[in-house]
């Protein structure tokens, strides 16, 4: 079994940067491939950002690109999204994800293990 436990969302003007991290405990970290989701109210939960289990290969959606930068400390356990330049319509809820695996997959079925989720609020 696997926890996942997130932190770091807030509420942040536009323009400004917000760094969360997910902490995970329960099976060895190398082990799987890391990625980071959000759901905002009444969508559906999509992809954000990926991390292969080595964190030699990363996957960005076009939404984010350029803005977020996704990272993994395998010593620390812990992989991080780094959000700068934040909009309103990133406003919601961010979730950690693992997939027991070396690579990561785009659909949230795909995944193993899931935090509880950190929200994260951009101001106009």
């Known amino acids: 079994q696997v926890q996942l436990v997130e932190s770091g969302g807030g509420l942040v003007q536009a323009g400004g ?20 989701f959000r759901q905002a109210p009444g969508k559906e939960r999509e992809l954000v950002t990926a991390i292969t289990r080595s964190g030699g290969s990363t996957y960005y959606a076009d939404s984010v690109k350029g803005r977020f930068t996704i990272s993994r400390d395998n010593v620390k356990n ?14 919601a809820v961010y979730y950690c994800a693992a997939y027991i695996g070396s690579y990561y997959y785009t659909e949230p079925g795909d995944y193993n293990y899931w ?9 106009s």
């Open 17 to 36: 940067s917000l760094r969360l991290s997910c902490v995970a405990s329960g099976r060895t970290f190398s082990d799987y491939a890391m990625a980071w």
């Open 78 to 91: 812990t992989v991080y999204l780094q959000m700068n330049s934040l909009k309103p319509e990133d406003t």
């Open 115 to 123: 935090g509880q989720g950190t929200q994260v609020t951009v101001s």
